[in-house]
């Protein structure tokens, strides 16, 4: 497996993949928009504060990671990491693949100065399984993520 920072040029080759999230996300009744999806992978790319991480196995990309560095809310001076964006292909879970993302965005974030990292679980996929996976990796839960259709 390659993990490296996704650039414009990979952008063909990760549509498929923000298709399949959302295919298999919990947001299926919202209509998909390829433009919207490239649009927010590029700004991911462009921006200095935030990163748009992949992994391909020989020349397939099979996972991405984003991350955007903020300012925290309240604690002034203190910049936090959160996550934006995270798929791993199904044939390629449970073989320590995202892992190896969480670990580059991690490193990533260090290097731009945050001290924390949050990671939502707020796709649909697989929920339970993903909370007991980040909890083996170190992760916290410290907040619950509610939702209503208004």
Same mark, same amino acid.
């Given at each position: 497996?390659? !993990?490296r920072p996704m650039a414009v040029g990979d952008? %063909?080759?990760l549509m498929p993949l923000l298709q399949m999230m959302y295919d298999e996300g919990q947001y299926t009744a919202l209509p998909w928009s390829r433009r919207v999806a490239r649009g927010r992978a590029l700004m991911l790319?462009?921006?200095d504060d935030m990163t748009l991480l992949g992994?391909? %196995?020989d020349d397939t990309l099979v996972g991405f990671l984003g991350?955007?560095?903020t300012e925290h809310l309240v604690y002034a001076g203190k910049k936090a990491c959160r996550e934006h964006f995270f798929y791993v292909m199904p044939e390629h879970r449970g073989r320590h693949v995202g892992k190896g993302l969480l670990d580059q965005l991690e490193a990533w974030a260090k290097m731009k100065g945050a001290y924390s990292l949050a990671l939502d679980v707020s796709s649909g996929i697989e929920t339970d399984k993903t909370v007991r996976l980040f909890g083996l990796?170190? !992760?916290e839960q410290?907040?619950?993520l509610m939702e209503k259709e208004i």
């Open positions: 497996m390659k !993990y952008l %063909d080759g790319i462009a921006k992994v391909w %196995d991350g955007v560095i990796f170190g !992760y410290t907040g619950v």
